[in-house]
């Protein structure tokens, strides 16, 4: 017994052929749901910002993260996401 790992033979051209069709699913998908959720809930919001959710909810409650009400739900956009990491994650200037 040998300590190589098995090899598949796997032509590339099938490779080609399933990239080729899973990408043009996912894109059929993604223009009959309009494209991605433009809004994202904290559990969301969390996983982008790779975060725990009570920290959206504090940066939320401390202005420093724009925040949009639906009822009791609070949603944000990736955008509003992006620009209070740039706006707070730059160093201090005196």
């Known amino acids: 017994m040998t300590d190589e790992p098995l090899a598949l033979a796997v032509p590339p051209e099938l490779v080609e ?3 080729s069709r899973v990408a043009d699913l996912l ?3 993604l ?5 991605p959720d433009p ?4 559990e969301d919001a969390a996983r982008y910002l790779a975060c725990e959710p009570h920290r959206v909810y504090d940066l939320a ?3 420093r993260l724009r925040c949009a009400k639906d009822g009791r ?3 944000f956009r990736r955008e509003w996401l992006d620009a209070a990491l740039e706006a707070h994650g730059e160093p201090e200037q005196r």
Do not use: M, T
Request: hydrophobic share 45%; glycine share 14%; proline share 0%.
């Open 17 to 19: 052929a399933v990239a």
């Open 39 to 42: 809004w994202l809930d904290v």
């Open 27 to 29: 894109a059929d998908r």
């Open 61 to 63: 409650a401390s202005g």
């Open 31 to 35: 223009e009959r749901n309009g494209g």
């Open 73 to 75: 739900r609070s949603l």
